[in-house]
């Protein structure tokens, strides 16, 4: 599954067997596309906090050809990848003419 997370907060630990700090970062998933790598259906959830207001979800190939795009008033909606070539792509989610989301998907 690909989700991409905005984080809202971290804080530093020390392990106590090593002594070495580490990071603990609480996230919250804004979008998750699976499964991954693409089948002929993929899902995509977006969290239920988010209010969709022109919502569009564009997928380019690694040359940057746009090989998808598609408005997304649900918070579940299916896309037909069946047609992929196999390779990567990259997605980009817009609402409100921001961008709320980035990330990678592949094809086989």
């Known amino acids: ?22 990071f603990e970062v609480n996230k919250t998933v804004l979008v998750s596309i699976y499964p ?3 089948s002929a259906n993929t899902t995509i959830e977006i969290n239920e ?6 919502c569009q979800l564009n997928i380019v190939n690694v040359l940057g050809e ?19 070539p196999a390779g990567v792509y990259f997605y980009k989610l ?5 961008v709320i989301q980035t990330g990678k998907i592949i094809s086989q």
Do not use: D, H, W
Not at 49 to 54: D, F, G, K, M, T
Not at 68 to 82: A, M, N, V, Y
């Open 94 to 98: 817009i609402n409100q003419g921001k």
């Open 36 to 38: 991954n790598p693409l």
């Open 66 to 84: 746009e090989v998808l795009r598609k408005r997304i008033s649900q918070t579940t909606s299916k896309l037909e990848t069946g047609n992929f």
């Open 49 to 54: 906090e988010i209010n969709l207001v022109n």
């Open 1 to 22: 599954m690909i989700s991409t997370s905005a984080i809202t907060a971290a804080t530093t630990s020390t392990c106590q067997l090593s002594g070495l700090n580490y």
